[in-house]
């Protein structure tokens, strides 16, 4: 019974480092320029907001502002969406 719990407990903390290792390696892989990351947000800010309207030009910056932050980026000009 005593074996098991240590196998058991072997297993489980061997499954937890490679959780973390993998992580570790997908934020990496994420990391983007912020070029990228302003080409990323362009791209989805000119599919999810209308390019016409009554307030358009804030909605897209909002919407642009608030994707750079996701991303961990500040955005350099709102007026840029």
């Known amino acids: 019974m ?3 719990c240590r196998l058991l407990s072997l297993t489980s903390a061997s499954i937890a480092v ?3 290792v993998a992580s570790g390696s997908a ?6 320029t912020y070029e990228q ?8 800010v000119d599919t999810r907001v209308p390019k ?3 307030d358009y ?3 897209r910056a909002t919407a642009g502002g608030a ?7 500040k955005l350099k000009n709102p007026s840029e969406f």
């Open 67 to 73: 994707c750079m932050k996701k991303l961990g980026f």
């Open 52 to 54: 016409s309207g009554a």
């Open 2 to 4: 005593l074996m098991s």
């Open 18 to 20: 490679a959780a973390i």
């Open 57 to 59: 030009e804030i909605q």
């Open 27 to 32: 934020f990496a892989a994420k990391k983007m």
């Open 37 to 44: 990351a302003y080409s990323a947000c362009k791209t989805e």
